[in-house]
């Protein structure tokens, strides 16, 4: 298995094998590998990385190694349910899996691989069903990265704009830079303006001001886990633009595939919101930009509540409120 390593960008391209499944959780962890359906599909495959079926007495002996494997990434980041929803979908596959372990992983490989194809036509859905919502000439702001870089290829909340590129349609994102760990800055500058998409980067404190000056037409970003009733986890950073978007009368949409959906948390405060080395935050890069050991809050996640969101953008088309049976509805 291969992992892009997204802490090295927009510097070097480096790609790291995958050499084990200790080693893929740290890729998880350190955010080599990052964005909620990207760490869904890197789990997935990183079940099955070094697992050799001939090591391997019955099919017990496997579907017990997989199953303390899963159980074992599925600690590596607390807040996107992509990483839980795609290893669940990983143990149903275990429990209806054959009866030797060569067929067992091989029927796990066909399951990660599907995971991954449809995070693939998941993201172009998304892509049309967002497609109104660009219109010529508009200006868009962006949190964090919502991608190619966070998903199996296009994004989520990224989608839409690539595909209005394509069609020939012009605008202008701006992009939060997104302290403390830059996904705005690194990644989606990056792969934004890689595609030719004109792009502005902005410090996370300059949204207020841009936005005062009727700049933003429209806010999208993506999310890490949508509850019941339509509240919305994401980077941190997204709830603050939820409230300036209701100041300034703007739209803010949040790009939401079905495998971010979880219908078991009621509302937003059910949701764990990972908590961070306080050191991504006394500086950057190695670089200290506070005094040493300075008191630091770090929590990576925010939880926008369903009333400041105007509408959820899914595979399945546009949710405006109320959410709570609509998100049931679509995960039928
Ligand atoms: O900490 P990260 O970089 O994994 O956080 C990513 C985000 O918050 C994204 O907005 C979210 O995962 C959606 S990615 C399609």
Redesign the pocket.
Known sequence: MLLLDQTRLPHEIKIEPQKSVTQVWESIRQ?KV????A?GIAAAYGLLVDLDPAAFADRDAIVQEIANRAEYLETARPT?VNLAWALNRMRNRLHQSASNPASVRASLLQEARLIHAEDRQICQAIAEQGLHLIKPGMNILTH???GAL??SEL???LAPLYLARKKGISFHVYVDETRP?L?GSRLTAWELDQSGIDVTLICDNMAAYVMSQGKVDLII????RVAANGDVA??IGTLGLAILARHFKLPLYI?CPSSSIDLDMQTGEEIEIEQRDPDEVRGFAGVRAAPENINVLNP??DVTPANLVTGILTEKGLLTPPYGPQLADLCK
């Open positions: 955010l990052r964005g909620a359906p760490i996107a964090c990265n919502a966070a998903v994004g989520t909340a760990l996904q970003t993506g999310t890490d994401n980077k790009a990576a996640f």
